[in-house]
């Protein structure tokens, strides 16, 4: 049996240029949710799967990264002395929940860059690698698949989820060998093929178990396109020296570095709140309404208490 996973790793160093203005002057991992930052949904999903060993790669201007998983002793006494212990509870559990660390990237040399700068930290132990652009809603259950695979066949794991083929050129590509219900074995990657050329439906997404051996990969993998190191020419040199699986999922993932994907994936997290979904599905369904010239139809589910 394969060595548990206990650490993660977070690269955060990225600029955020999809989302300018609003990332001029902040981290694009601050940007919220609902109420929470998205970084601190990519965290808690480590923390579900047991994972509290956490390195976060961060870069110039993201100090806030680092106050927002830390203790505010003045903000704390002033919830304490104004009476609002569930909001405190809720402080001290964002600082306590998990280990966080943190080093900087030096420069924007790629995602492979990123990844490597993690190897003082993981050492010779095998770790995940979560992108903070990508939320993943625990009913998808792919970090918990992911870690059972990897604990089953003791070789990385990709998180693989099907595309339109419009959209494969978007994304990392792999060929794979279907092995049983989730899991595929990968025999070849393709970063960003034209979709005549894809090997497949099947796309790269943010979630990585990985050995150990992917840092001496990353240590000898030559810049690739863009002059970076790219994770995804890393990943292809390992599945030549060793089995590199794919667990593939269809839903529950959103690009909250897209527009349209935050979106969504705000409205689908606010929904699912016992204090914002009645009547905020209220207002959605009286605003499409109007906007049909429709008479709403509201259901017990969907008036305000």
Known sequence: MS?????????????????????????????????????????????AAGI???????????RSLED???????????????GKLDELEE???????????YVRQGEPKGL??????????????PFVVMLGDDIMHPKAGVLPGMLATFERFG???????????????SYGCAAVKPLEDNIVEIEDLVEKPAPDEAPSNLAVMGRYVFSPEILDVLAHTPAGRGGEIQLTDAIKTLTERQPVYGWTFRQGRFDVGNKLD????????????????????KFLVERLAREQGLQPQVGPADRLA
């Open 3 to 47: 060595q548990r996973v206990r650490k993660a790793v977070i690269p955060a160093a990225g600029l955020g240029t999809r989302f300018l203005p609003a990332t001029k002057a902040q981290p694009k991992e601050m940007l919220p949710l609902v109420d929470k930052p998205a970084i601190q949904y990519v965290v808690e999903e480590a923390v």
């Open 52 to 62: 509290t060993d956490i390195l976060v790669i961060t870069g110039r201007g993201k």
């Open 68 to 82: 927002h998983f830390d203790r505010s002793f003045e903000l704390e006494y002033y919830l304490q002395e104004g």
């Open 91 to 101: 402080m001290r559990r964002i600082a306590e929940m998990a280990d966080i660390h």
């Open 112 to 125: 492979g860059h990123a990844v490597q700068a993690a190897a003082e930290h993981v050492g010779d132990l």
């Open 155 to 169: 070789h990385s794991v990709i998180a693989l989820k099907e595309v339109p083929p419009q959209d494969i050129s």
């Open 262 to 281: 935050y979106l969504q994936a705000t409205v689908e997290l606010a929904l699912e709140r016992e204090d914002l979904g009645p009547p905020f599905r």
